[in-house]
């Protein structure tokens, strides 16, 4: 599994109030992702890092933002959940430098009640 | 918008028997990867195949990449139960690779 973990594992939360969820990696890679998985539509990026402080946006980034001020954590915060924001996030790190081969986290499922 | 699209969408077969599944996609790519996914679990990394590359092989999987066509292939010979889940192309694209929404394949005894 690479190292990576996700925290929590579940969360049950009511729309409006604010949302952070946490990636921890033990191996020092450099680029780290986060995607929302839905029936339908597969796994979709929504935000990347690809170093301390340095993020980007990926297909489904409004209503999420991102922070990474050391190597080894990288938070996803919803700001106001939604019930559209409902869903399964998994965490991801690049395993190599030449090619983008993802290992994955366990996943956070999610439910915005 | 997603860049990979497999097909179909779900497939059940015998055991034993051989899985195909593929995968088209839009725009130029430096590598195709193919990921499984069982049930609850996070993804896993199968094969990646290069642009410059036709063909791979990997265990009882067979990928085929057809740049001029933008399509992909996976092939899973003499298929087991533990087989059974849910399959994905990603294209990278740079920093990021997108996904598809996936296979979801069912071995039956």
């Known amino acids: 599994d690479a190292g990576i973990t996700q925290s929590p594992r579940h969360k049950v939360t009511e729309t409006g109030t604010p949302v952070t969820l946490r990636c921890h990696q033990t191996?020092?890679?450099?680029?780290m992702y986060w995607y929302r998985q839905d029936p339908g539509h597969g796994l979709r990026l929504i935000h990347y890092?690809?170093?301390?402080?340095?993020?980007d946006k990926g297909e489904v980034s409004d209503g999420y933002s991102v922070s990474r001020s050391k190597t080894e954590d990288f938070l996803l915060t919803l700001e106001s959940a939604t019930s559209s924001q409902t869903s399964v996030y998994f965490c991801?790190?690049?395993?190599?430098?030449?090619?983008?081969?993802?290992?994955f986290g366990p996943g956070t499922r999610l439910t915005v009640l | 918008s997603q860049q990979g699209e497999e097909d179909p969408q779900a497939l059940s077969i015998q055991e034993g028997e051989n899985a195909t599944m593929n995968c088209s996609y839009k725009t130029s790519i430096n590598n195709l990867q193919w990921y499984r996914q069982n049930s609850g679990r996070g993804l896993v990394h199968l094969i990646l195949?290069?642009?410059?590359?036709r063909e791979k092989h990997s265990g009882r999987l067979r990928v085929t990449l057809d740049t001029s066509k933008k399509s992909s292939s996976l092939l899973i010979t003499a298929s087991r139960a533990a087989d059974t889940a849910s399959y994905f192309c990603?294209?990278?694209?740079?920093?990021?690779?997108?996904f598809g929404k996936g296979t979801r394949l069912h071995i039956l005894p």
């Open positions: 991801a790190i690049k395993g190599s430098s030449v090619s983008n081969e993802q290992f």
């Open positions: 990603a294209t990278d694209a740079g920093d990021k690779i997108i």
């Open positions: 195949i290069r642009s410059n590359e």
């Open positions: 191996e020092n890679h450099r680029y």
């Open positions: 890092s690809y170093g301390v402080k340095d993020t």
